[in-house]
């Protein structure tokens, strides 16, 4: 895997993580792989916390399929967004599932050496993200902003190569 680009182990983990096969998602991941969680406020650090983490997270978002709209690489940094709406169907982050579908507008910052993700920042929600996950709804709690501009139909926001 050394010989791996920071394009081709974004892409496969990405792909992975799309099939929920967990073994085959942290195969990606260097033991001491860090995961910050800035969503939940949380750190997972090696593979043992990440397996934990991505075990809970894909049981309780099994349907969600990790589709980037857009990638951004230079050098052994990448930045992915990617967007879908999905059923929490297990208990996430403590609370238990309310039958609520929860948009989940992500930013994932990726550090890769040697073939494997040494470092990975992920945003998924907003302020209001708990709040959406009990299910809780009403005047004071704002809509998810959508993707703007929204999706083309190719499935992304911008042109890929500059003019």
Known sequence: MKDLTTR???????????????????????????????TLAKAFVGKDQLRDYLRWYFKALPDV??????????????????Q??????????????????????ALDMFHVRDGLVQH?????GDGWFHQRLKGVSGPDI???????????????RFESSAQ
Do not use: N
């Not at 182990?9 to 969680?37: N, P």
């Not at 990975?120 to 998924?124: I, R």
């Not at 704002?142 to 992304?156: A, W």
């Open 120 to 124: 990975e920042v992920s945003w998924y």
């Open 84 to 105: 879908q709406t999905a059923p929490v169907v297990d208990v996430f982050d403590g609370v238990a599932p309310s039958g609520v579908e929860l948009y989940i507008h």
């Open 8 to 38: 081709e182990v974004i892409e496969g983990i990405f792909a992975d993580a799309a099939t929920g096969d967990l073994e085959r998602v942290l195969g990606w991941w260097a033991d001491d792989g860090i995961l910050e969680d800035v």
């Open 65 to 82: 399929r990790y589709q980037p709209i857009r990638l951004v690489i230079d050098g052994f940094t990448a930045i992915v967004e990617w």
């Open 142 to 156: 704002p809509p998810p902003l959508p993707v703007t501009p929204p999706l083309r139909e190719d499935g992304e």
